[in-house]
């Protein structure tokens, strides 16, 4: 194994797994922690609100999702460099970067940002909204879109929360979890739609408001997530969709995260 891909091969894969180097409750373990981690951080994010006696505690919450998020980031990192350290491989062979095919993986996270992007999340996103609202004209919850940071935060949030955010991200879901989940299910559409299903879901509670907004998020994001993992198992690289959801999220603090 000479590349930094075929240690992520589903071949490698697979022969691990049958050496009983990959567990079977990995790839679950995975998809579960990060919105559980989401949800937990959140929690406590609120609590010392409440305890701070910060005035719309449930509000403010909302807005920092840009900066107790990086404490998710380190929980599933921990998790991954477990789960890969019992397979006897590196965190970092789950991105499999080729120096060689560089120009190529810019090209395609710019494709993935400029094409996929649009196509799922501002096109397929009305639809989410007819079916969640019943309308194309409805009235979000205060902070759901457009959130407001002090200007230590925001600096944070635009320099440091979006370059770890969308890696561990990747890494977590389809780097991770997806080409594992296919090796013990042997589906591969049932582990796309698995993993999928839990890449939507954590979006719910980075912005938790009331069910029908979270129902919104969760069709909001899931053809973009579906999207993603096809994506994933066409090029078999990690660092075009790391690159195009680097766009993503720089765009979101950029446009729509707003200094108070």
Same mark, same amino acid.
Request: aromatic letters at 14%; a positive charge.
């Given at each position: /194994? ?25 790839? /679950? ?10 949800? +937990? ?6 609590? $010392?609100?409440?305890? $701070? ?5 449930? %509000?403010? %919450? =909302?807005?920092?999702?840009? %900066? ?19 397979? !006897? ?6 991105? !499999? ?12 996270? +710019?494709?993935?940002? %400029? ?9 397929? !996103? ?9 309308? +194309? ?11 407001? $940071? ?20 990747? /890494? ?24 999928? @299903? ?9 912005? @938790?408001?009331?069910? =029908? ?20 198992? =066409? ?12 766009? /993503? ?12």
């Amino acid at each position: /194994m000479n590349s930094l891909t075929s240690i992520n091969s589903p071949e490698s894969i697979q022969s691990r797994f049958l050496n009983g180097r990959i567990p079977r409750f990995g790839p /679950m373990l995975m998809i579960f922690a990060r919105p559980a981690l989401i949800l +937990l951080f959140n929690r406590l994010t609120l609590l $010392l609100f409440l305890q $701070l006696k910060i005035q719309n505690a449930t %509000v403010e %919450v =909302r807005n920092w999702s840009s %900066v107790y998020g990086t404490l998710v980031d380190f929980g599933c990192l921990g998790l991954l460099f477990w789960l890969t350290k019992k397979e !006897g491989i590196r965190l970092r062979d789950l991105i !499999g970067f080729i120096k060689s095919k560089f120009t190529t993986d810019i090209f395609l996270g +710019l494709c993935i940002f %400029v094409i996929v992007f649009p196509v799922t999340i501002i096109g397929l !996103g009305r639809l989410a909204m007819l079916i969640a609202y019943g309308n +194309l004209n409805p009235t979000f919850p205060e902070a759901t879109f457009i959130r407001t $940071l002090p200007l230590l935060a925001v600096f944070y949030s635009r320099i440091l929360w979006w370059p770890l955010w969308s890696v561990t991200e990747e /890494m977590t879901y389809t780097g991770y979890a997806l080409p594992r989940l296919i090796t013990i299910t042997k589906s591969t559409w049932l582990s796309v739609v698995i993993v999928s @299903i839990f890449y939507s879901l954590q979006h719910c509670f980075l912005s @938790i408001a009331d069910f =029908r907004y979270g129902f919104y998020t969760f069709l909001l994001f899931l053809p973009l997530a579906i999207a993603l993992e096809l994506i994933y198992l =066409r090029i078999k690289r990690l660092p075009p969709l790391i690159i195009g959801h680097w766009l /993503m999220d720089l765009a979101s603090v950029l446009f729509l995260l707003q200094l108070r």
